[in-house]
């Protein structure tokens, strides 16, 4: 059952670098003097690149993404392969977990100083049933851990679907500590995903890859409903295109094979009818000498 392809959640600082001269920016991989302050300062070494990890000046490290919107987002969350286990616990959703050249979570705590320390904006990109669907919020802010890294967002736009309405002013559950409302169970044990659970949820994107079991899966309501998930990735896609190429190119050269193979053949006849001709003029000079 096609579903989710990828997921991303990005995040923009639209108002950090407005003041900020071109020589304080970090391009391809010139060495600058400023370190940048946010992934609004990076700049991708060329047309092709999306993403790139950069060092901040309060040293946190980010995968920006470069091109999405003249580019300025962080990456907080990416799946896009399903070989990354998301049911972690409550430190490991504080300070993150997998890799940049992979799927990870960029991890609550650091997700909270980016979002208190200026305005940001929340965009979360995907895939489903070979259509690109996006949303994306206006205002994002994690809070604290004290406030059980609780969620502020609004100012829905996209084709999405507004899930995450559902989810504002909700506070973070884990499968080891749940702060959802609903009595009697813990919403991240019962759909398999971590996430700002009221009683349960409309967004699951931290949840089980590729089931398609009730709520479980890689779900944004709206679109996906609660039965559809992720079953194929990013790189798969780019894996069928390649193998695309491949089988074009091998078809070419079986033609050109074909032709090559059609021409010599075509010479070859040629050769023969000519030593052929040659047979006949000779034979008919020798009848010429011999009625003489």
């Given at each position: 059952?096609?579903?989710?392809?990828?997921?991303?959640?990005?995040?923009?600082?639209?108002?950090?670098?407005?003041?900020?001269?071109?020589?304080?920016?970090?391009?391809?991989?010139?060495?600058?003097?400023?370190t940048?302050?946010?992934?609004?300062?990076?700049?991708g070494?060329?047309?092709?690149?999306?993403?790139?990890?950069?060092?901040?000046?309060?040293?946190?490290?980010?995968?920006?993404?470069?091109?999405?919107?003249?580019?300025?987002?962080?990456?907080?969350?990416?799946?896009?392969?399903?070989?990354?286990?998301?049911?972690?616990?409550?430190?490991?959703y504080k300070?993150?977990?997998?890799?940049y050249?992979?799927?990870?979570?960029?991890?609550?705590?650091?997700?909270?100083?980016?979002?208190?320390?200026?305005?940001?904006?929340?965009?979360?990109?995907f895939?489903?049933?070979?259509?690109?669907?996006?949303?994306?919020?206006?205002?994002?802010?994690?809070?604290?851990?004290?406030?059980?890294?609780?969620?502020?967002?609004?100012?829905?736009?996209?084709?999405?679907?507004?899930?995450?309405?559902?989810?504002?002013n909700a506070?973070?559950?884990?499968?080891?500590?749940?702060?959802?409302?609903?009595?009697?169970?813990?919403?991240?044990?019962?759909?398999?995903?971590?996430?700002?659970?009221?009683?349960?949820?409309?967004?699951?994107?931290?949840?089980?890859?590729?089931?398609?079991?009730?709520?479980?899966?890689?779900?944004?309501?709206?679109?996906?409903?609660?039965?559809?998930?992720?079953?194929?990735?990013?790189?798969?896609k780019?894996?069928?295109?390649?193998?695309?190429k491949?089988?074009?190119?091998?078809?070419?050269?079986?033609k050109?094979?074909?032709?090559?193979?059609?021409?010599?053949?075509?010479?070859?006849?040629?050769?023969?009818?000519?030593?052929?001709?040659?047979?006949?003029?000779?034979?008919?000079?020798?009848e010429?000498e011999?009625?003489?």
């Amino acid at each position: 059952m096609a579903a989710l392809q990828y997921v991303c959640l990005l995040l923009l600082a639209p108002v950090i670098l407005a003041m900020v001269p071109d020589d304080g920016i970090c391009v391809a991989k010139v060495v600058c003097d400023k370190t940048p302050k946010s992934c609004k300062d990076v700049k991708g070494d060329d047309a092709h690149t999306v993403y790139k990890t950069a060092m901040m000046d309060d040293g946190m490290d980010m995968l920006c993404d470069t091109q999405l919107d003249n580019g300025g987002w962080t990456v907080i969350q990416r799946r896009t392969k399903g070989d990354l286990d998301f049911n972690r616990n409550w430190d490991e959703y504080k300070y993150g977990f997998g890799s940049y050249d992979g799927d990870f979570w960029y991890g609550l705590e650091r997700i909270h100083k980016l979002t208190t320390k200026s305005h940001h904006e929340l965009y979360v990109s995907f895939d489903h049933e070979g259509k690109s669907y996006y949303a994306r919020y206006s205002h994002f802010q994690v809070m604290s851990e004290v406030e059980q890294y609780k969620l502020k967002i609004s100012g829905y736009k996209g084709n999405a679907g507004d899930a995450m309405k559902y989810h504002a002013n909700a506070k973070f559950t884990t499968k080891d500590r749940d702060n959802d409302v609903r009595s009697g169970n813990n919403c991240a044990v019962l759909y398999h995903g971590a996430w700002w659970h009221v009683s349960c949820h409309q967004a699951n994107l931290n949840g089980l890859w590729g089931s398609t079991d009730f709520g479980k899966g890689l779900n944004w309501k709206p679109t996906t409903t609660h039965n559809k998930s992720a079953t194929k990735t990013l790189k798969e896609k780019e894996k069928k295109k390649k193998k695309k190429k491949k089988k074009k190119k091998k078809k070419k050269k079986k033609k050109k094979k074909k032709k090559k193979k059609k021409k010599k053949k075509k010479k070859k006849k040629k050769k023969e009818e000519e030593e052929e001709e040659e047979e006949e003029d000779q034979e008919e000079e020798e009848e010429e000498e011999e009625e003489e």
